[in-house]
Antibody, heavy 122, light 107 residues
Framework: EVQLVESGGGLVQPGESLRLSCAAS????????MDWVRQAPGKGLEWVGR??????????EYAASVKGRFTTSRDGSKNSLYLQMNSLKTEDTAVYYC?????????????WGQGTLVTVSS | DIQMTQSPSSLSASVGDRVTITCRAS??????LDWHQQKPGKAPKRLIY???TLQSGVPSRFSGSGSGTDFTLTISSLQPEDSATYYC?????????FGGGTKVEIK
């Protein structure tokens, strides 16, 4: 069974850093790109970034709103995806989800984690 | 960036009604369009991918159609458990972009 479990959220002040984790199980982690998507309170979904699969050399893509501040990485030995968030702003307050990308299903998101809340406030 | 314009932003319909939600892309995205459903306090879940392929386990009253720039999600006979917010997502090019969402309420 595919499972994605995010952790690491919390309350931080503007300008601080935070690292989120997404623990994956039930599938071959290296065969899938993994994405981060966020949702500000009461708002819609916003794509944040992607850690591509091994076949794409684990390269990354980012939304303009986070490029240069956020970095996604993965540890294959732990089947974990990470989102390092630096220079946090109040507008980064959101629930952060990780999602699996399925190359066999048109590179669509087929599984989502439950999300972790990040609050940036002074 | 590709803009996804989703309409309506909300709707209220009765059980058994046919409901249609549309998404328009600012440029051709072929069939690289998915629909996700989100219930309050829960993570989204995929309903349809590649415009019209139904996720396993999703009731057949849900269907998707379209190509290029205009896409539709249809619920053929609305059920109480369909009360949720629905989002389209284009995967044709980076950055991936979501529609603004459609909140579906049951009268």
């Amino acid at each position: 069974e595919v499972q994605l479990v995010e952790s690491g959220g919390g309350l931080v002040q503007p300008g601080e850093s935070l690292r989120l984790s997404c623990a994956a199980s039930g599938f071959t982690f290296s065969d899938h790109s993994m994405d981060w998507v966020r949702q500000a309170p009461g708002k819609g979904l916003e794509w944040v970034g992607r850690s591509k699969q091994k076949a794409e050399s684990y390269t990354t893509e980012y939304a303009a709103s986070v490029k240069g501040r956020f970095t996604t990485s993965r540890d294959g030995s732990k089947n974990s995806l990470y989102l390092q968030m630096n220079s946090l702003k109040t507008e980064d307050t959101a629930v952060y989800y990780c999602a699996r990308v399925n190359p066999s299903e048109n590179y669509s998101f087929d599984y989502w984690g439950q999300g972790t809340l990040v609050t940036v406030s002074s | 960036d590709i803009q996804m314009t989703q309409s309506p932003s909300s709707l209220s319909a009765s059980v058994g009604d046919r409901v249609t939600i549309t998404c328009r892309a600012s440029q051709d995205i072929r069939n690289d369009l998915d629909w996700h459903q989100q219930k309050p306090g829960k993570a989204p879940k995929r309903l349809i991918y590649a415009t019209s392929t139904l996720q396993s386990g999703v009731p057949s009253r849900f269907s998707g159609s379209g190509s290029g720039t205009d896409f539709t999600l249809t619920i053929s006979s609305l059920q109480p458990e369909d009360s949720a917010t629905y989002y389209c997502l284009q995967r044709n090019s980076y950055p991936l972009t979501f529609g603004g969402g459609t909140k579906v309420e049951i009268k």
